[in-house]
């Protein structure tokens, strides 16, 4: 035990050791205090943004399915156009 305790004396007295600013920082809360409450904001914008991103695409959801339907039916068009389009090409050259 009486290494143990040298030990620790040894490390007090150590100039890497500053045993004052260790005891000023235990009284010391408000710092402790302003960092959870910044984690605590960090985390609460980041639940509101995503909140907001989920809203945003729910709200433009309706919106954009009907965007899509509309590029398929010109999809189809298009590829009923290219089908036909060969054949009118030979009747026209033909009149």
């Not at 150590?14 to 402790?32: C, G, L, N, P, Y």
């Not at 910044?38 to 399915?65: V, Y």
């Amino acid at each position: 035990m009486p290494e143990l305790a040298q030990n620790i004396i040894d490390i007090i007295k150590s100039q890497q050791f500053d045993w004052e600013k260790m005891i000023r920082a235990s009284f010391d809360h408000k710092t402790e205090e302003t960092d959870a409450q910044e984690l605590l904001a960090g985390r609460e914008a980041e639940e509101n943004i995503d909140l907001i991103d989920l809203f945003t695409e729910e709200s433009l959801r309706p919106e954009l399915e009907s965007i899509a339907e509309k590029i398929r039916g010109n999809n189809r068009k298009i590829e009923l156009v290219g089908r036909i389009l060969p054949h009118l090409r030979q009747r026209t050259e033909n009149w």
